[in-house]
């Protein structure tokens, strides 16, 4: 198994990209890794891993790429100008390799928007899918977690779209986790038939007029605070909408973590019971951390993507090159493919 690093993605740069996929390498000793960046400064970074990630620079190839795509960059400069920057070449190896091994999945913590459109052009969307969305687990009670998408790849969706999401949802629900009919519902700002907009209104009409042919078990309407009560398995909006609900439950989940910490740390007894509940604490600072859940599927291309927070430390970034992995093992996108192809292609 091969996955293409872009290393020039992140807000920290190559040596949280290249540490992270050191981490990733060591817990997947077959896995080989393409890196994408300045040659030099790869090789730089990689001479300086401490041990014993050292050993895992063995099973990574430098694939040279000078020019990179900033984080400022518009989709449009770089669908004109990204051409051999480090982001399309990646994207372009798992298609058409350029000099170097086929790659099965790619792995970038760049610019979201430029990462969508070079993808879509160098890899190609699913036969029924008309636009990507982004999608990644969040975790909800009783140790479940739901899916929700999309995250960003589009931020003004259309009814249709939003159905395409649902149905997308749904399938990787049923590949990932085995669950026969999933429980799918629309975000909105309430679940009363007459609240939300117009887009949110006619993706509910499609969806209700699907019925069984829905592949799913549609819930209906369902409000922000219902996507953590663990009873949903795939939730829907648009990216404008998911971005902002994701990005505010990581901000949550470290303030929650930080005043716990602080509670117990402010006085004598505090730090007494502190101590006593340190493995408790330990546990549920885990589970709620953002990092383990770093990682975010371009769902409906033709190959694996993954998207990584740009401000992943080494540790996070690690997290989205294991669900690479996890999703070429899985062999996702074909399983999406089968599986769509077999839908009725549009519900006007």
């Not at 080989?32 to 190839?61: D, K, Y």
């Not at 949802?169 to 975000?187: E, K, M, S, W, Y």
């Not at 730090?271 to 990092?291: H, S």
Request: glycine share 10%; charged share 20%.
């Amino acid at each position: 198994m091969r996955i293409a690093i872009d290393v020039m993605g992140g807000d920290l740069g190559p040596p949280a990209i290249i540490g992270g996929v050191a981490k990733a390498a060591c817990l997947h000793p077959n896995a080989q890794f393409l890196l994408f960046g300045p040659s030099r400064q790869i090789t730089a970074e990689l001479s300086r891993l401490p041990q014993p990630l050292a050993a895992a620079a063995s099973r990574m190839v430098v694939c040279d790429a000078t020019q990179f795509v900033s984080p400022d960059a518009s989709a449009a400069w770089a669908l004109r100008h990204g051409q051999q920057t480090s982001m399309a070449r990646m994207l372009r190896s798992l298609v058409h390799p350029d000099g170097v091994p086929g790659a099965d999945a790619g792995v970038s913590a760049g610019n979201t928007a430029a990462l969508v459109a070079l993808a879509r052009r160098e890899i190609g969307t699913l036969p029924t899918v008309t636009r990507p969305a982004i999608s990644t687990s969040i975790p909800t009670r009783n140790g479940r977690h739901c899916y929700l998408l999309d995250l960003g790849a589009n931020v003004d969706s259309p009814a249709q779209r939003l159905v395409e999401f649902a149905l997308m949802g749904a399938v990787v629900a049923q590949c990932v986790d085995g669950i026969a009919r999933p429980r799918v519902a629309l975000l909105n700002v309430g679940v009363e038939a007459t609240k939300g907009g117009r887009v949110v209104r006619e993706a509910d009409a499609l969806i209700r007029s699907m019925g069984e042919a829905s592949l799913f078990d549609y819930q209906g309407y369902a409000e922000g605070g219902d996507l953590f009560q663990g009873y949903l398995d795939v939730l829907v909006c648009d990216g404008f909408v998911g971005n902002a609900v994701l990005k505010s439950s990581e901000g949550l989940a470290r303030m929650l973590v930080e005043r716990v910490q602080a509670t117990f740390e402010s006085r004598l007894t505090g730090r007494l019971v502190g101590f006593l509940a340190r493995p408790a604490l330990k546990r549920l600072k885990q589970e709620l951390d953002p990092v383990r859940y770093n990682g975010a599927s371009l769902l409906g291309l033709s190959r694996t993507v993954v998207k990584s927070h740009g401000a992943s430390h080494a540790d996070g970034f690690c997290y989205a090159v294991v669900r690479a992995i996890d999703e070429v093992t899985q062999t996702l996108p074909e399983r999406l493919a089968q599986r769509l192809v077999q839908l009725p292609r549009r519900c006007e």
